[in-house]
């Protein structure tokens, strides 16, 4: 660590290059050197579901090797467990992991909200929902930094497909900019600190985000207040001098000195001041330096793969989410006769592709975990291919005879790699073909069918009411078969909840129509309806909802207080509710509470996801859950005043098991400044002067509005050609200025001035 003085003094005996040579990577993964001046290099490392520590040949695509580590559940499941402390506590493990390792940043954790089912790299984000993600995230910074090891949250932002990664433009409005796509980063910027902020490769608005000034320094330094670093995804930068001056500080990986010099001839021909790249050192030497504090001083961490496998273990068994459970199947019994078939049981699909890739030290599958645990009244099948979408009539033939000898089939089904990775999108949201043949073969001759999913993101089932259970694993990382076991047979209850809505098809969900774009643009025209917000709006059935999930147990809510019937905005409102576990097994609920504005002209989701919370309860135990909702949990972005809003009215805060399945509700009334124009001209329209308290006497004074509009009564002759709707709305929706044809030449121009001056020196700000 060295002060900030220090910091500055070093920057004062550096070159015009040495500085310029700071702000790029030396290699895939280290920062630049410069001994002679007592600047030490650090590395980084991919994250975010474990460490990807390259020692040899580098790459940033996952393909070459890297070190020996443990992959944890993808950010999907993680997402899934609603559980911040769980979370956190990966965070922290991976933390020791990069201290034993000398890595001091490591880039995760991924917050790109699920615009679409088909992103490739969906299985590294958590959520469509911008709470979610935002809250989950904040607890894995936390528990990474705890260990004094940065994090790199990505992409920001608004990086929601791979399809011309480098080049599309993701263009949308302000309001769901910021109310959907930057609000997943504001909270953990905000409260957790991250050392840096990886920009994204895409464009927003038509500007990259590597150079995009208002993104990178309007709001995330002068809004949210960020002090740390951001760093480029790895080659997102086009113009360095320019990108420098947006707000980013350094390039990675190296650009092999190319983009160092044009920061020099920048500054020499004065088209950037040398200052901009001074004040760029001194933030990167901060960083440095603060993680430089931990080589060779990290003896107390050890990175031990074993007890990490069994920390992946019992993570990932909260990353299930039990979708259908008919006539409580699961869990089975473990002495029932198990016809276990599909290739994902014996080689699991358990991360996804890409930068996110771990080289496991060892990987459990179902079949191990049955063979570890001396179970022997299992057959086996292989069924399908787990890599490709090949039928083979063999290995389905082998896997109907073992479904008809046995109590209960059970197929390990999902994707296969190749179906969702990073660098490329899903075209559609179907299993393989081979794989759905092989289901429906052997629900018609077993007993019970129960499906085991292994996938980063929805897709559609057309089997859905044909099998009696499905548990959703998602990519369980490689500890997957022990906690399949556990839950499978009972010892653990299920309490993943969806982090995200499985529509019915493809075709349902709201950016269809507009993704990938084309060409170099995508429309975000759905706008701030991404997901649930959508599906409730347009009353459309879903598979299942967001929030969904199962249990071996059943819950109770009752007892839902607010602290208070009438607020004001900027008050707080305390929430309070019983839950209690009324079946006969322990388990876990997540308590889900969602907002709901009743009364609004403003155009606004029907509800939204406002706070949760994660109680494990043992059967008969009642947990009191608490929530506390702010000004923000009622807001919505209103791009008026570029703030947030609060329209007085009525709010249903609903407690419930998920976004479709609210069990209490209760109102709440808020009072707040209404959001009014600062300016009134010619062209205001009689609604807008008529909606604004503050002009009432101005108003009465010259036009008598309010009287016009109640008592006015049509003509003989008017009643000919309207009816009073179309009286009132086109007295309602005029501009000021037709007053002078309307009122029977009574209005003049000077009339209109007189109340124009003294409105707008009224409500002047
Ligand atoms: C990915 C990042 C990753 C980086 C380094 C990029 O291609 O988008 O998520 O951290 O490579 O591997």
Redesign the pocket.
């Known amino acids: 660590m060295k002060t900030n003085e220090e910091i500055k003094s070093i920057i004062s005996t550096l070159t015009l290059e040495e500085k310029a040579s700071l702000c790029s990577g030396a290699t895939f993964w280290l920062t630049k050197e410069i001994p002679s001046k007592g600047i030490p290099r650090i590395m980084v490392s991919?994250?975010p579901v474990g460490l990807?520590k390259q020692e040899n040949i580098e790459d940033?695509?996952?393909m070459n090797e890297s070190i020996k580590a443990v992959c944890f559940p993808a950010g999907v499941g993680m997402a899934a467990t609603f559980n911040r402390e769980l979370y956190g506590e990966m965070g922290e493990t991976l933390g020791e992991e990069c201290r034993a390792k000398d890595v001091a940043v490591i880039?995760?954790p991924?917050v790109n909200i699920k615009r679409s089912p088909l992103c490739g790299r969906n299985f590294e984000y958590l959520s469509e929902d911008p709470y979610l993600a935002s809250e989950m995230s904040t607890a894995y910074i936390n528990g990474v930094q705890s260990k004094h090891v940065g994090t790199?949250i990505?992409?920001f932002a608004v990086n929601n497909m791979e399809t011309r990664r480098f080049s599309a433009s993701s263009n949308l409005s302000e309001r769901a900019l910021r109310e959907i796509y930057l609000a997943a980063f504001e909270g953990p910027v905000k409260n957790a600190k991250p050392w840096t902020v990886?920009c994204s490769?895409n464009r927003i608005n038509g500007e990259l985000a590597s150079q995009n000034k208002y993104l990178l320094t309007d709001i995330l330094r002068k809004d949210w207040g960020y002090e740390g670093n951001v760093v480029s995804?790895?080659?997102a930068v086009s113009d360095r001098a320019k990108a420098l001056e947006a707000g980013l500080n350094l390039e990675?990986p190296t650009s092999y000195e190319e983009n160092d010099k044009k920061l020099v001839e920048a500054v020499k021909n004065g088209t950037l001041d040398e200052k901009v790249l001074d004040a760029n050192c001194e933030s990167l030497l901060k960083l440095i330096f603060d993680a430089y504090d931990n080589i060779g001083n990290s003896s107390e961490f050890v990175f031990d793969l074993d007890a990490h496998h069994d920390k992946a273990k019992e993570i990932a068994a909260e990353t299930f989410v039990l979708l259908k459970n008919e006539g409580n199947v699961l869990p089975l019994k473990k002495d029932a006769k198990i016809a276990v078939i599909g290739s994902y049981a014996k080689v699991p699909r358990y991360q996804g592709g890409?930068?996110?890739h771990i080289n496991c030290h060892k990987i459990v599958g179902f079949l191990d975990a049955c063979k570890e645990n001396g179970l022997n009244n299992i057959s086996f099948a292989e069924g399908f291919s787990g890599t490709k979408d090949n039928f083979d009539q063999a290995l389905c033939d082998e896997a109907v005879k073992n479904a008809k000898d046995a109590d209960v089939a059970v197929i390990f089904a999902g994707l296969p790699d190749i179906f969702e990775s990073?660098g490329y999108d899903r075209k559609h949201m179907n299993m393989p073909a081979c794989q759905l043949k092989v289901i429906e073969e052997v629900r018609k001759v077993a007993k019970k069918t129960v499906i085991v999913l292994h996938n980063g993101s929805p897709i559609e089932m057309p089997f859905v009411n044909d099998v009696d259970a499905i548990l959703e694993c998602y990519l369980g990382g490689q500890a997957v078969g022990s906690a399949q076991f556990d839950v499978i047979f009972g010892d653990k209850s299920p309490s993943g909840r969806l982090a995200e809505t499985f529509p019915i098809r493809l075709e349902d969900n709201p950016s269809y129509l507009n993704f990938p774009g084309f060409m170099n643009n995508v429309n975000y025209a759905e706008d701030i309806f991404v997901g649930y917000r959508y599906y409730d709006k347009k009353k459309m059935n879903v598979l299942f909802p967001f929030g969904y999930g199962l249990s071996y147990t059943e819950f109770k809510y009752d007892n839902l207080r607010l602290s208070k019937s009438e607020m004001k905005d900027t008050d707080t409102l305390e929430v309070s509710v019983d839950i209690t576990n009324v079946g006969s097994v322990a388990s876990k609920e997540v308590v889900q509470l969602y907002v709901k504005n009743c009364d609004t002209p403003i155009l606004r989701p029907i509800r939204e996801f406002k706070g949760f919370d994660k109680v494990y309860l043992k059967p008969g135990e009642t947990k009191t859950v608490t929530f506390t909702l702010d000004k923000r949990s009622f807001a919505y972005y209103e791009e008026r005043i570029s703030d947030w809003a609060v329209p007085a009215g009525t709010y249903s805060i609903e407690i419930g098991k998920n976004s479709r399945c609210i069990e209490l509700s209760k109102e709440v009334n808020i009072t707040s400044e209404p959001v009014l124009p600062d300016h009134y001209d010619y062209d205001t329209i009689t609604e807008e002067l008529m909606l604004d308290p503050r002009i009432k006497d101005i108003r009465d004074k010259y036009f008598n509005m309010e009287d016009a509009f109640k008592d006015r009564e049509l003509s003989e002759v008017e009643k000919e050609s309207m009816n009073e709707e179309m009286a009132e709305a086109g007295f309602l929706f005029s501009p000021l200025r037709s007053a002078l044809y309307f009122t029977g030449g009574s209005k003049k121009y000077e009339d209109i001035d007189k109340f124009l001056a003294e409105v707008n020196e009224r409500i002047k700000k």
């Open positions: 991919d994250g990807r940033h695509l996952g880039l995760g991924a790199s990505k992409h990886m490769y995804d790895w080659g990675m890409g930068s996110a990073e």
